[in-house]
């Protein structure tokens, strides 16, 4: 399914991206996923590549910065904008010929910032159940918001249940920044 689904986000986004590219670069943000666990942070990890080069990459900091919008693709997008910066290129050039590499489906939030960013291709592992923003909760990533940025593609279910494992984990162990849940209906 994510190779059919790849070449056809090949098709639409104008740039070719193969399996071997995906997997290498999914590795790498899996490690990241699994350093943020070990630092007691939600385990997300993701890449922004550029034509075959890193600019940009994170892992959620929430916890350790105490700043709820720190999320992986957050610092990520934040590197890319630095990376243009001292390069001194045109931002909206270099997010279009960009790929967003992330372990879980990005939120509502980071799906809204990526269409402002208006990067074309997003290649996640699981779904996001509680607060996805590429068809889990809503479908930021292809509403039609004429004044929101540009629709992206996705190429879902990479390693999956491996990001699933791991949020798993992650919420089964005691997050001391967290309010206590009443009533939870999971
Ligand atoms: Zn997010």
Redesign the pocket.
């Known amino acids: 399914m994510a190779t059919e689904e790849g070449r056809k986000a090949e098709l639409e986004v104008g740039f070719s991206v193969s399996d071997e590219e995906m997997k290498k670069w999914m590795s790498r943000a899996f490690e990241m996923a699994r350093e943020a666990l070990q630092g007691g942070e939600v385990p997300v990890g993701c890449l922004l590549v550029h034509r075959q080069e890193v600019v940009g990459k994170g892992r959620n900091e929430v916890n350790e910065t105490k700043n709820a919008t720190r999320?992986a693709?957050m610092v990520a997008l934040d590197q890319l904008l630095d990376w243009c910066r001292r390069g001194n290129l045109d931002v909206r050039g270099v997010c279009e010929q960009t790929v967003l590499y992330v372990t879980v489906e990005?939120?509502v939030?980071?799906a809204a910032a990526l269409r402002l960013m208006n990067v074309p291709l997003v290649v996640y592992g699981c779904s996001n159940e509680r607060f996805g923003g590429c068809g889990s909760v809503l479908d930021v990533s292809s509403a039609e918001l004429p004044d929101t940025g540009t629709t992206f593609r996705c190429v879902p279910g990479h390693r999956a249940e491996e990001a699933v494992e791991m949020l798993k984990t992650f919420y089964k162990q005691e997050n001391p920044n967290a309010p206590k849940p009443k009533t939870r209906k999971d």
């Open positions: 999320h693709e990005p939120c939030m980071c």
